[in-house]
Structure formats: C-alpha cells, structure tokens
C-alpha cells in the first residue's frame, strides 16, 4: 500500500506523461509520453485492498498497452525510416496501423475487449481514471491521423458494442465501462468533425462519470442489487442518483444531452445521415438499459439489505453531490439561457 505522497507522485507523473505526449512534435516523443503515462498509471492501480483483482487488472492493463505501445513504436520507426532513407511504404498503410494501436491503447471497439474486463478489478476513483483522463493522450495523436475510414468503422462498432453490451450488465463497473465505450464512439466522431466540439463532449462526459463514481466510491456501491436496496429512508438522493444515470445516457433536457446535440447537429449539416441515425439509435439502447434500471429501483422496495453498504455519509458530501446534481440536471437550461442572455 502506498502513502499519499506517493500517490501524488504518481499522479503527477501522470499528468505529466499525458502532457508531454500532447506537446510532442514527434511519434517517438508522443510514444515516451505514453509509456511514461503507463508506468506511473500502473502503481496507482495495484494500490488496492483487494489485491488479487487489482493486480490481475493491472497485468491486463500492462500487456495491452505494451502491445499498442510496441506496434506504436514499431511504426514511428517505419515512418522514420521512410523518411530519411527514401524507403517507398504507402503513408495510409502506416497510419492505420498507428490508429489502430492507439484505438486499442483508449480501448474503442473493436479493440475493446480488455476494458470491461480490467474495469472489473478497479476501484472507482482508479476506474474514473481510466475511464477520462487515461483517453486524452490517445485520442490526441488520433486527431493528427487522416484515416477516415476506419475511424468510421470503430466509431459505429463502438457505439453499437457500448449499447448492446451494457443491456444485461449487473456489475456498475462493466455497466459504465460499456458505457465508456459508447460514449467513446460519439468523441471520436466529435474528433472527425472538429477538437472544440471533442473538447466540450470530453469536459461533459467527464464531469458526468465524475458525480456516479463520487457517489459509487462513497457508499463502496459495485452491484445493481445494492442499488436497488439502496437509500431506502432517502428517496432524494436516490432520485437524484438515477437523473444522474439518464443525464449519462444523453436523455434531454439533462446536461448529458448537450454535447451529443452539438454532435448532431455539425453531422446533419456535414449530411452524414447513415452515422447519425446507427449513433442515434445506439443512444436510444443505452437509454432503455437506464430506464429499466430506474424503473426497478423506484417500482420495487428492498427493505430487506443483505449487502454491506457503508451509510456514513457526511454533511460536505451530501452538499458536494447535490450541487454537482443540480448543474447535471439544470445545466442544459441554465447554459441555454445564458446564451440567449449574451
């Protein structure tokens, strides 16, 4: 176990890898800002109570990355040589393989299949980590590539796999790690389309996973069961825990809807009619697998608890999660309005 001194070294050397891959002028500097990133990540995985997951995740963890991280390197060693011994290589060959190792480093489809997996042995804050800050450094150097197609073909198998794989989830780890994953395929199209509008999805989604893991960490929350025989004495916040969850799923008028609007409405103007509706009609699954989660929980009372849950929750908490709750459920009306307001 490590101390929090070292925990804010790691995390710092963290933040500091994903800059300097940002930053980097070069394939090889983006790929040793990368690996830095992994190395400090790691550490901060198997800082758990439950080591045998937490170290079986970060094994899975590492040997993926290493894989995309090999084939990363292995092409910016083939575009280099390309370009300094003159050696004739197609550049749309080497860049699909680039993409498809960073596709597999963020984990889209159809390179996903270690993420729900690993997702499993984390603890929230690590898998809050995973699931926001560990994306930019990837999706960054994706943004520099001109591969059309198969990001096309990832951003609707992602889509299609985060919606159909979270229908018959009972773990919220998996359940949000399938929504990553969904919600990837719609940052990647952003990415397409323009970096402000993949900017303003990223900070969103973000801020959305951030207030379900702050509330999932506190109580130790993993199963739906334990979400259902949850606040039984508390409808508020059970309420407002589950507008948070459609707000996630991009239901209007809640926050979570405004990026995938403005995701909409660049791609009806671009004419991409055959992408919207498959993103539309992943949205409206991931809806429904939310909305049956509500439904149970509101129609059925568990009074009854068989599951371990801590019920200490301080008055700074309770304030903290209701006033990220309000901008989750009001900040669509309030943004509105204060545009019209300008």
């Known amino acids: ?37 992994l190395l400090s990540f790691i550490p901060l995985m198997s800082d758990s109570n439950n ?17 995309a991280s ?10 280099m040589l390309k370009n300094n011994m003159n050696i004739e290589i197609n550049n749309s060959f080497i860049s699909m393989i680039i993409m498809s190792a960073l596709l597999l480093k963020s984990g889209a489809a159809p390179f996903h299949f270690w993420f729900p997996n690993m997702m499993e042995g ?3 804050m690590n898998a809050l980590m995973l699931m926001t ?45 399938f929504s990553s994953i969904n919600h990837l395929g719609w940052m990647l199209m952003s990415l397409m389309i323009s970096e402000s509008i993949w900017f303003i999805y990223f900070l969103f989604y973000s801020f959305l996973s951030f207030i379900l893991t702050f509330m999932f960490n ?3 929350l993993f199963h739906l069961n334990q979400l259902f025989s949850w606040f039984v004495n508390s409808k508020i916040l059970k309420f ?12 209007p008028p809640f926050l979570g809807f405004l990026p995938k609007w403005l995701v909409i409405q660049q791609l009806t103007l671009c004419n991409q009619y055959f992408s ?30 068989n599951w371990s849950i801590n019920t200490q929750f301080n008055n700074m908490n309770t304030n903290l999660y209701l006033i990220f709750t309000f901008f989750s459920i009001f900040g669509l009306p309030l943004i509105t309005l204060f545009f019209f307001m300008l």
């Open 1 to 37: 176990m490590f101390n929090n001194s070292s925990k804010i070294l790691f995390i710092t050397i963290m933040i500091i890898g994903t800059l300097i891959t940002v930053t980097s002028n070069s394939w090889l500097g983006a790929w040793m800002g990368l690996e830095i990133n």
């Open 51 to 67: 080591n045998s997951t937490s170290t079986e995740a970060s094994l899975k963890y590492f040997l993926t990355q290493a894989l």
């Open 70 to 79: 090999t084939v990363l390197l292995f092409s910016s060693i083939i575009l």
């Open 122 to 124: 984390l603890t929230w």
């Open 133 to 177: 800050w560990q994306k930019i450094a990837p999706l960054m150097l994706i943004s520099y590539l001109d591969t059309k197609n198969l990001l096309l073909i990832s951003v609707i198998l992602s889509v299609m796999v985060g919606a159909i794989g979270g229908l018959n989830q009972t773990s919220l780890r998996k359940l949000m790690a």
């Open 218 to 220: 506190i109580f130790k």
């Open 240 to 251: 407002t825990l589950f507008l948070n969850f459609l707000s996630l799923g991009g239901l």
């Open 276 to 305: 919207l509706t498959i993103m539309m009609m992943s949205t409206l699954i991931t809806l429904f697998f939310y909305l049956r989660i509500c439904y149970s929980a509101f129609m059925l009372n568990y009074y009854e608890n």
